[in-house]
């Protein structure tokens, strides 16, 4: 019987060094993501060249961590052996109006993911876990009565 498999999460910055600025920013206390410096749109995930005009280096600018649910999944297995502890755990993925609706993922940490719906109004919350070198982006609902009929 072969041991269940798990998955090394590129928790902080890639080799490249393409996405070290985000990684930074959360550091630092904030969400940061791509913008093209010429013609001012969003990009993420982090790119070399703008792919509406072609400008190279885009530039990192601070993004309110306020958005809506567009997708989310729970997980009932602990495939990230970091978050085994969590499970069952949901994942968002975040709509930012602040950048151009780009979509962020991060985990659901309120008082009951388990009633979370497309639509939540959620904050970004960085949080550096024990151990861990750099913190992560989490999500909360703004509501957070938790319990729904
Ligand atoms: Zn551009």
Not at 23 to 43: D, K, P, S, T, Y
Not at 110 to 118: F, L, Q, S, W
Request: charged share 25%.
């Amino acid at each position: 019987m072969s041991e269940t498999p798990t998955l090394e999460l590129p928790w902080g910055p890639a080799a490249d060094g393409l996405d070290r600025p985000y990684w930074e920013g959360l550091a630092e206390g904030e969400l940061r993501l791509q913008r093209c410096g010429n013609c001012r749109e969003w990009i993420w995930g982090p790119q070399w060249i703008c792919a509406t005009c072609h400008t190279f280096d885009p530039i990192w600018e601070r993004v309110e961590p306020v958005g809506t649910v567009y997708a989310w999944a729970r997980s009932h297995y602990p495939f990230i052996a970091e978050l085994a502890d969590r499970v069952p755990y949901v994942t968002v993925l975040v709509e930012l109006p602040g950048a151009g609706n780009r979509r962020v993922l991060g985990l659901l940490v309120d008082d009951a993911p388990e009633n979370v719906r497309i639509g939540d109004q959620v904050t970004g919350h960085i949080e550096l876990d024990p151990g861990a070198t750099w913190p992560l982006l989490r999500w909360r609902r703004v509501d957070t009565e938790g319990v729904r009929e």
